[in-house]
């Protein structure tokens, strides 16, 4: 059995492919089936909902932990 992010379970997807097409949405001002077409071009077949549906599920996290990133750095 794997180790897999709880925040990832149940979801056909491995959380790579999740995260790169929530940043592609959230960064670039692209639509969603610009993402998708961005996507199929790499082999990944989503609908443009599928992709909606993560950026509502998920884009509130990744900004979270960028958030936490930019105003509390890891000092080295």
Request: hydrophobic residues 45%; without cysteine.
């Amino acid at each position: 059995m794997t180790n897999r992010d709880p925040l990832y379970r149940r979801h056909r997807y491995p959380a790579e492919i999740i995260a790169y097409a929530v940043w592609l949405y959230l960064r670039f001002p692209l639509s969603l089936r610009i993402v998708e077409d961005m996507l199929a071009a790499r082999g990944i077949i989503v609908s443009h909902q599928t992709v909606r549906l993560w950026v509502e599920k998920f884009g509130r996290n990744f900004a979270n932990e960028i958030r936490h990133q930019i105003f509390w750095p890891v000092r080295r």
